[in-house]
């Protein structure tokens, strides 16, 4: 039996060093040239079969056990944000505009620390690991084009794990929960449209700023009125365009939004409720309205199993009091690989014991604690070696 907490004690220094090269040289979504190419050699470097360019610049590292036995899946996000770094640490971004602000770089470094303690003990594994580093997370597909190039065949993963260093728990706690953990989330447009002219003479316009205004406010009567209040939901305007002058009533008027929940059912009936409001409140002012989706990311669902085993894992590298069942609303794209593969999704306490001493995630002072990887790196480890290191086998080696 393997002990992932000594294991990722003893793998400290080069969780770190890993993660602050990766720190010094963010890139952007898609563009993780620099990133995936030592990704791939490192797992080369381990014996493992790997492919590249799986979603554009996704790399995948098969690590074969001496035993037939189930796939596992371990994913890891690659991506930064175009965010200014104002940290002032002594490892910051060499790239001007570009950060890894999210924690990614951990991500990638917990993965390739994984990666060395599993092949180390490969004679261990029944069954087949498949590394799987992500690109372009932030909201740019990047799951969905490594599903699109085929990472759930070849071998097709039976179970899939995926974490995110967490600034909004601190080091030492976790949260694991069953069902939801991460929200569905989507991008809509609304044009209103009416009919522009003179500031002057109002009587001759429709105006389509004033119908807007109504629209913003009966969007907010969605969630309060049209949703059961054991759910929950989200729909957020962030953008608002219309108009150039003080004295012109404008033809149109753009309202941006974001819209999220725990379920892709729920998703669709908020969707309904919008257009139906938005349509009826311009009617009403003579306007009319057109929607557009953007972009939709499917909720992340834990399978309850799956989560069970991460749970028990974290309880044991923790302890019991410190790992919550805690849900966050709040998107990732692992939703599309939960779909297809039962899994778990879980949350690594990676702030000062004082959260709010912390810079949360997307700030240009976002930082971790470093210690947090070493979490990381045993939960994940002893949760996967539920399915690829069966029990049996341990006992035999405790004899
Ligand atoms: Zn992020
Ligand atoms: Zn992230």
Known sequence: MINFELEAQNE??????????????????FNEHRTSKIIAQRLN????????????????????????GPTVLLRFDMDALPIAEDTGLPFSS????????????????????????????????????????QPAEEGLG??????????????????????HLWNKVPLGKAW???????????RFELMITGRGGHGASPHETVDPILAAAHVVTALQSIVSRNIDPQESAVISVGQIQGGTTYNVIPEEVLIKGSVRSFSNKLHRQLYRRILETASSVAAGFGCTVALETVVIVAAVVNDEEVAGHVRQSAEQ????????DRKEMASEDMGYMLEEIPGCYFFVGSADEDVSNSYPHHHPRFDIDERSMMNGVAIMGNAVANYVMPVVDKEAELV
Not at 12 to 29: A, C, I
Not at 101 to 122: E, K, P, Q, T, V
């Open 142 to 163: 990047g799951a969905f084009a490594m599903i699109a190039d085929g990472v759930l065949e070849n071998p097709k993963p039976d179970v899939a794990f995926a974490m």
């Open 45 to 68: 470097a381990l014996g493992m079969e790997v492919q590249t360019g799986i979603g554009v610049t996704g790399v995948v590292g098969l690590l074969e056990g001496d035993r037939p």
């Open 94 to 133: 060499l790239t001007e505009g570009v950060m890894h602000a999210c924690g990614h770089d951990g991500h990638m470094s917990m993965g390739l620390g994984l990666a060395r303690i599993m092949a180390r003990h490969r004679e261990k594994i029944q069954g087949t690991l498949k590394f799987v580093f």
């Open 317 to 324: 590298v923790l302890g019991c009091e410190n790992v919550l």
């Open 176 to 186: 694991v929960t069953n069902g939801p953990a991460m929200s569905a989330s989507s």
């Open 12 to 29: 400290f220094e080069t969780l770190v060093r890993d993660r602050r090269d990766f720190h010094r040289h963010p890139e952007l979504g």
